[in-house]
């Protein structure tokens, strides 16, 4: 688990600079793509380096980086409820977060 939740945002957060996976623009509501103060390319930027940084942290700090990527998880996949689009992402989302909580669980 703990490779799992390193590894796994780390390479999506590296795929924000590369959109290899896939386009991961499609997963915003066009309303909050507007109402951000920079390109979107610069947030998705953003959200790589921040999803590098979780993927790291649970190498280093396993729990603190267990709550951070079940916390990060959530969010996206409260974004995704509240746009409309991508319910499925949004369970698996969910579902992936309670999983980081319990590899925080099995690292006390």
Known sequence: M???FGIVPIVAGLDKFTNLLTDWSQYMSTGLIEALPVDIGIFMGIIGVIEITAGVVVFV???IGGYIVALW????ALVLIFTGN???VAVRDLVMA???LSLVK???
């Open 2 to 4: 703990k490779y799992t």
């Open 61 to 63: 700090r396993t729990i």
């Open 73 to 76: 998880l959530t969010l996206i």
């Open 86 to 88: 991508h319910f499925d």
């Open 98 to 100: 309670i999983a980081a």
């Open 106 to 108: 099995l690292s006390e």
